[in-house]
């Protein structure tokens, strides 16, 4: 191979990865019927909630929770999109552009608390993006080119353009929309089969690449307090809000309330007869609302597989930076938990 052929070629391996990579993520959105199921704690619904809590544009994406069904089709739709766009190197640089609006997109929403920086897969796929926005598909491999030759020889056959016909750009841009028309009607086929047959099988798991753990049922709510929700209540009981009756964590188990002060998803375990443990419930990654696993002894959060150790909320698997925050509980006299 010579240098010029190596260097026509240069941009088709990164484009068969993030084409590839595109094509996946919106195929498996559309394949995983639990990603648009508000009760499913990975669903886009959860997912803008939780971006909604922790993401630096948090005031933008919280007034996008009613829309999340469209908004969440929309994405999956985008990703395949820029994903067949640049496999098949048409519209290279629009589909790259799409790239990295995209994918700064889910930076500010998802992975923004990443730490180190560069342990989150999307600001990496934004700058990924920006040789094929700046250079296009290339010669190789690519419809771009293959059209604009072809117009050019088409149009040199026809001899002197008569007046008023078609010229090499006209013609060129005629091939473009006809296959650009024939793509996306393949695209719509391609993601309502991926639809269909995810259903049809139970869905699938994963969101953007990164694979799921298996759905687990959310832990039962604190029931209301038998001794109202004050402070210091006579016979030695603590001070703090009273979340519950102790009796509706089970020994081995956990149940979820909402921290009195942050008014955050939280969630209390009880390792051993007697001995409460609790935690905010919500992951420092993307802002979803963890899950405890018991025969692993982990919170898990369901949307990118954090895992946090149940006796103390540290990490013990990333993306999470951080681990979860403790919340001290006190079991009263009169049978109820209170957050001290």
């Keep these: 191979m010579t240098l010029d052929t190596a260097e026509r070629a240069a941009l088709v391996p990164l484009r068969a990865f993030l084409g590839f990579t595109f094509c996946f993520a919106g195929l498996q959105k559309l394949a995983n019927p639990g990603f648009f199921e508000p009760s499913n704690p990975g669903s886009i619904q959860a997912q803008l909630a939780g971006s909604a809590r922790l993401s630096p544009v948090h005031s933008l994406v919280a007034p996008l929770a009613p829309i999340a069904v469209p908004l969440g089709l929309l994405i999956a739709f985008s990703e395949l999109a820029i994903g067949l ?3 098949l ?3 290279q640089r629009l589909a790259a552009a799409g790239g990295v609006v995209l994918s700064l997109m889910l930076f500010l929403t998802v992975s923004f608390h990443s730490s180190p920086y560069y342990t989150g897969a999307d600001i990496v796929f934004a700058f990924a993006w920006t040789p094929l926005l700046l250079a296009g598909a290339g010669p190789v491999l690519s ?3 293959a059209i604009a ?3 050019k020889r088409e149009s040199r056959r026809a001899g002197p353009r008569v007046s008023g016909g078609p010229d090499p750009s006209r013609r060129e841009a005629t091939m473009k929309g006809t296959l650009t028309l024939l ?4 695209a719509l086929a391609l993601g309502g089969l991926t639809a269909g047959l995810g259903r049809a099988i139970g869905g699938l798991t994963g969101d953007s690449g990164a694979s799921r753990p298996p759905r687990r049922a959310a832990a039962p709510k604190l029931g209301p307090s038998a001794s109202g929700s004050g402070g210091g209540h006579p016979g030695g009981h603590p001070g703090g809000k009273a979340l ?10 956990a149940a979820g309330f909402r921290d009195p002060r942050t008014g955050d998803p939280s969630i209390v375990i009880q390792p051993a007869a007697g001995k409460f443990l609790a935690f905010d419930a919500v992951c420092p990654h993307a802002g979803c609302t963890v899950q405890y696993d018991r025969p692993a002894a982990l919170f898990i959060c369901p949307c990118h597989n954090s895992r946090f150790n149940a006796a103390t909320g540290a990490v013990e698997a990333g993306p999470a930076p951080t681990g979860l925050t403790p919340i001290p509980v006190t079991k009263g006299g009169n049978g109820d ?3 001290t």
């Design 183 to 186: 793509t996306a009607i393949g």
């Design 85 to 87: 766009g640049t496999l």
């Design 337 to 339: 938990l209170y957050a």
């Design 149 to 151: 030759a072809r117009a």
């Design 244 to 253: 519950g009756p102790a009796r509706d964590v089970p020994v081995g188990g």
């Design 143 to 145: 419809a771009d080119a």
């Design 89 to 91: 190197g048409l519209w």
